[in-house]
C-alpha cells in the first residue's frame, strides 16, 4: 500500500491521477496562464475517493487510442462500421423535427413514457411475465449506465460477486467501487485443437459452486459472451440458476447482444427459468440490437424490488437520458415488434443473417493464414488462438495478448482487443493466446484485415 498523499497533477486537457506529492506543475490553463509556478504539497484532502483507486485502467481507452495513432484498420472495438437501419435514423430525424417542444426536454427519469411501454411490450413474451412499464423498466445510458446501476444499487459493502470469465471489462471495477468483493469462474476450453466452437468453452459444476457462500449477494452473466461468443445452453443456465436460488443471489444477465445468434443455437433468458424472474435484472441495449452505439441507451428488466434501487441510483446520477434518443429507439423498436412475424424483415432477426456470412468469412480468412479461429455462436466478435506465432517481445510485463496486439497495431496496422482483459489476474493465461476480432463490419473491411494477415504471414516464410 502506498504510505504517502496522492495528488491530482492538473494537465492540459485533463487530470492525470494518481501524482505522487510535490511534483511541480507548469501547464498553462486555457488563457496561457501558468496554473503554479512553483512546488506544492497538496493537503491528502485534495484527492480522489480511495474506492476508485486500481480502476484507473480502462482497455477501451488504451488500445481505441493505439489505433487510431497508428491509423490501423480497427477490427478491435465493438461497433460497427456502417449505419444502422434507414428507419432507425428516420425515427431519430423525426423526434428532433417534431413540433412537441417536450421533445426537446426533460423526460421522466428513470424512461421515457413510449420507451418503457415499448420495452415492457417486447420482453413480457421473452421473460414470460407481464410487465409493468414503470416498476419493472429502467433506462439508463447504455448497458453500461444500467449495469452500473444494478451494481451500486443492489450490491452492499462486503458483499460478494461471482462473475462468470471471461466477463465485460466494467464488472470488476463496479463490483469494487461499490465495496463488494468479486470471486471468479472460468470458462474453460475442452477443446483447443482443431476447429473450434465458443460452445466447447463448458462451466465445471464443481468450481462453479465452490466460488458461492452465503455472502454471495449476486452473480454476473454474460450471455452470449464477450469475447467469447458463448451462447448458453438451457442446462448450462440451469445449473446457474440452481446456484443463485440455493444460495438466494440475484443475477444479473448481461444480454446485449441477445438477438445475434447463429446456426440453430438459441439464446435463453435464464429470467425466464423457474424461481429466477424474483432474482434477475437483464440487461438490454439499444446500441447492440440497431447498430448505434453511440447513441449510448440500455436498460434494466426485472421485478420491482430489484428495478427501484436503480432507479434510485440513476435519478441521482444522469436522473435521465436524452429524450429524442428515447423517443426514437421507442419507434424503431415498436417498427420492428411488428415486424416479427416476417424474419427476412425484422431487424431483430435479419441483422443476425447478416452478420453469420460475415463471422464464416473472418473465420475462413484466419484459416487460411493459419490462425484458429474460435467460431462464435453468438455476438459479434471471434477468439482468434495465436499461440506458437512468433512476434518481437517489448520487454513489458503485460500478457503476452497484450504485447502480441500492440505490435500488431503497431507494426500491421491491424487493431483487435488482448482478450485477457476479460479475466481476472489468476485466469488471464486463459485469454492470453488469442486475440479478439470484431466482425459487426464491411465485407471489404473484413477482407482488408485478411490481406494484412496474409501479407504478414507470406512475409513470415520468405
Request: one cysteine or more; aromatic letters at 10%.
Amino acid at each position: 500500500m502506498r504510505n504517502f498523499p496522492l495528488i491530482l497533477r492538473a494537465r492540459k486537457g485533463g487530470i492525470n491521477a494518481w501524482s505522487q506529492p510535490c511534483i511541480t506543475c507548469f501547464t498553462k490553463s486555457a488563457n496561457n496562464s501558468m496554473i503554479s509556478d512553483h512546488v506544492r504539497t497538496m493537503s491528502s484532502k485534495l484527492t480522489g475517493s480511495n474506492r476508485i483507486k486500481g480502476t484507473e485502467k480502462n482497455i477501451w481507452v488504451e488500445f481505441g487510442k493505439l489505433a487510431v495513432e497508428n491509423q490501423a484498420l480497427n477490427l478491435g472495438q465493438g461497433f460497427p462500421d456502417f449505419k444502422p437501419p434507414q428507419h432507425v435514423i428516420e425515427e431519430m430525424a423525426a423526434a428532433v423535427a417534431s413540433d412537441n417542444h417536450l421533445m426537446h426536454q426533460y423526460t421522466r427519469s428513470s424512461g421515457h413514457p413510449r420507451l418503457v411501454s415499448a420495452l415492457s411490450k417486447l420482453y413480457s413474451p421473452l421473460i414470460g411475465q407481464k410487465l409493468d412499464p414503470n416498476t419493472n423498466v429502467s433506462v439508463s445510458v447504455g448497458a453500461y449506465g444500467a449495469l452500473f446501476c444494478a451494481v451500486q444499487g443492489l450490491i452492499n459493502p462486503g458483499d460478494e460477486a461471482l462473475i462468470i470469465e471471461p466477463y465485460f471489462d466494467c464488472y470488476e471495477p463496479m463490483v469494487k467501487v461499490a465495496g463488494g468483493i468479486p470471486y471468479y469462474c472460468p470458462l474453460r476450453p475442452t477443446k483447443t485443437e482443431g476447429v473450434t466452437s465458443s460452445g466447447d468453452w463448458k462451466l465445471d459444476p464443481k468450481e462453479l459452486e465452490s466460488k458461492f457462500s452465503e455472502k454471495t449477494k449476486a452473480v454476473f452473466i454474460n450471455n452470449p459472451n464477450n469475447p467469447l461468443g458463448k451462447v448458453f445452453t438451457r442446462e448450462e443456465l440451469q445449473m446457474v440458476a440452481d446456484l443463485c436460488i440455493k444460495y438466494d443471489a440475484i443475477c444479473l444477465s448481461d444480454e446485449v447482444y441477445e438477438w445475434m445468434v447463429y446456426d440453430d443455437n438459441k439464446h435463453i433468458k435464464i429470467a425466464s427459468l423457474p424461481g429466477m424472474w424474483e432474482r434477475t435484472v437483464t440487461i438490454g441495449s439499444a446500441g447492440k440490437t440497431l447498430s448505434a452505439t453511440g447513441w449510448k441507451l440500455g436498460w434494466g428488466v426485472g421485478p420491482e424490488h430489484l428495478i427501484a434501487p436503480m432507479q434510485i441510483l440513476h435519478q441521482n446520477c444522469t436522473y435521465n437520458c436524452p429524450t429524442p434518443v428515447q423517443e426514437a429507439v421507442a419507434g424503431a423498436l415498436e417498427h420492428e415488434m411488428n415486424l416479427m412475424d416476417k424474419p427476412d424483415q425484422c431487424y431483430f432477426f435479419s441483422l443476425a443473417k447478416e452478420l453469420q456470412p460475415k463471422r464464416d468469412m473472418l473465420a475462413r480468412l484466419c484459416r487460411e493464414v493459419g490462425l484458429s479461429p474460435v467460431v462464435p455462436q453468438g455476438g459479434y466478435f471471434m477468439m482468434v488462438n495465436t499461440a506458437g506465432l512468433n512476434f518481437p517481445d517489448d520487454g513489458t510485463s503485460d500478457p503476452r495478448d497484450f504485447k502480441f496486439v500492440k505490435w500488431m497495431t503497431k507494426e500491421l496496422k491491424l487493431a483487435a482487443i488482448p482478450p485477457s482483459a476479460f479475466y481476472h489476474k489468476e485466469h488471464k493465461q486463459l485469454g492470453e493466446n488469442y486475440v479478439r476480432f470484431c466482425f459487426i463490419k464491411k465485407d471489404e473491411t473484413i477482407a482488408a484485415a485478411g490481406d494484412i494477415l496474409k501479407k504478414w504471414f507470406s512475409s513470415t516464410k520468405k
